[in-house]
């Protein structure tokens, strides 16, 4: 029901603490529209990090890259990503490429960072007879075949990127094959979240009753932050 999923998106808001959430993945994985519908349930802002730069230098993704190359775009994506991470309570979509650099899984750390993985035919189907204005890496004329072709070497290319993320999310059903929607996705999300925060406690709580054998008491690891000095007056 609509009251248990609020509930539910209450308990795990407060088990998640205002921790920011990341969305990466390949270019047609839906991360703005995923993005947005989580930073809604979960009550955060949205931001997606092109809309970010396009907003700040008044040009579109497409011709930052046509006019001052990909590696100033990459250096501009970096600097907003850092800018980003420093607010908690949001939920940040990521260009495509985001994942190639290791100062840019320096700031998403911060955060619970989800790959939305589609297959080549997936994310093909869905950027066909979308405005390629903003993708620079495709060509306008591209048909669906070659579509598949580049979307499966990008792929290729950045998947052991991908795969840091703390949390995957496939955008087909693992039987029928049949393609989630953004609304399935998030709720996805949302439990996958909810399982994570729940195994991170266990792991705390295995690490506290850890004990080695033959050490004396007062040698017990402690609750972090645990003094057992009294303070003095």
Do not use: C
């Not at 230098?57 to 001052?68: K, P, R």
């Not at 320096?106 to 869905?126: D, F, K, Q, S």
């Amino acid at each position: 029901s609509a009251d248990a999923g609020l509930q539910d998106s209450d308990d795990l808001q407060k088990e998640i603490g205002g921790t920011a959430v990341y969305l990466v993945g390949m270019m047609g994985s839906g991360k703005s529209t995923v993005g947005r519908l989580l930073a809604e349930t979960l009550r955060y802002r949205f931001f997606d990090t092109d809309d970010v730069i396009e907003k700040s230098l008044g040009a579109s993704v497409s011709q930052i890259f046509e006019e001052n190359g990909e590696a100033i775009f990459r250096d501009i994506e970096t600097k907003v990503l850092q800018e980003l991470s420093q607010y908690a309570r949001s939920v940040i979509s990521t260009g495509g490429g985001a994942v190639l650099s290791r100062e840019n899984w320096g700031n998403m750390r911060h955060g619970i960072v989800i790959w939305l993985n589609g297959t080549p035919e997936t994310l093909a189907a869905r950027i066909q007879g979308q405005e390629k204005e903003n993708r620079p890496l495709l060509k306008e004329e591209e048909g669906e075949a070659e579509l598949v072709a580049k979307m499966g070497a990008i792929l290729e290319e950045r998947e052991k990127f991908y795969r840091e993320a703390d949390i995957v999310v496939d955008l087909q059903e693992e039987k029928s094959g049949a393609v989630l929607s953004p609304e399935q996705i998030s709720l996805e999300i949302m439990k996958k979240m909810a399982i994570a925060v729940q195994e991170k406690k266990q792991e705390v709580e295995e690490k506290k009753d850890f004990k080695i054998e033959g050490l004396p008491d007062s040698m017990e690891v402690r609750e972090p932050f645990e003094t057992t000095a009294t303070p003095t007056q």
